[in-house]
């Protein structure tokens, strides 16, 4: 992995600046990898008119070799600084997807499972026909939100008001958005697909776990795999995860989002007719093109 990307260790905030957003491409090493980087940026841009999908997608900062040891110990901070009472809707839902819940791993669990099947509880299969992209938080539960950056941006505030820390995670070339939470540990969670891994000890695997030791995805309990969406199989979104997602030739990044930041973002959403019209399908072919070149895989579906 350290031929995958340049550039010193980093030790501090002001280091981490060059390893985020668009300045970190020149951090990604190979042509196509850094291009496809480079046209996730912009379409996520023309998904969004600008607004914060796309601002938090200019915060992505990359895991890689270089950045790891100071994203694991001070980029994120591992207690929440929500403020009870200001988001009462959010409290509504993570009060009663937590219900049976004791431990924050379990409420971690339930409120993914609550995102997984979000469209399915607002009679929302998922389609790009009239679609509204983006939203606030209480607006992406009642659209029924099914796009993976969706939902990891509603998953890791519905964790911060239930007490978990977490971030959202960019598979950048893969082209799917997921989240890593706290529980005493950092754990990877897909919130979209409903998939996580447990490491031989019964703890959970973090992406950067994932991205060392790949080996993790095998052999997982049946317990683990029954979360899986419906709209896959297990050992299907296993093995993107082995062939995208946490191979060696992806750009993976972490973005910190919390509702106390959400006067810094524009949550206006945005139409399927508007974003079309400004061209989404156009870079969205080269974007797919991108991603098949890296890997030399024929992707399908979304995320």
Known sequence: MDEMFAGPPVESLDDLRHYTGLAAAERIVGERRRAAYIVNYNQLDVNYSGTVDFQLRRELVLLCPQTADFLYRSYTPERTSYVAGSRPGLECVVGRATSQAESPADKALALMRFCRDVHREAGREPSHDDYIYGGTEEELIAKGEWLCEGLSRLYVPLCEVAGIPGRILYHVIGGHVT???????????????????????????????????????????????????????????????????????????????????????DYTQTTSEQASEAGLWTINKEYRALIEAVFGVEVTGFG
């Open 179 to 265: 989240a890593e939470v706290f529980v005493g540990e950092w754990a990877y969670v897909d919130p979209r697909m409903g998939v996580y891994f447990r490491k031989a000890d019964g703890g959970f695997a973090s992406a950067w776990d994932l991205m060392n030791d790949p080996s993790i995805m095998a052999n997982q309990p049946d317990d683990v795999k029954r979360d899986v969406s419906y709209q896959a199989t297990w050992d299907e979104r296993a093995a993107r995860c082995r062939e995208l997602f946490f191979d060696s030739r992806e750009v993976n990044g972490f973005i910190n989002y919390s509702l106390s930041d959400s006067p810094r973002y």
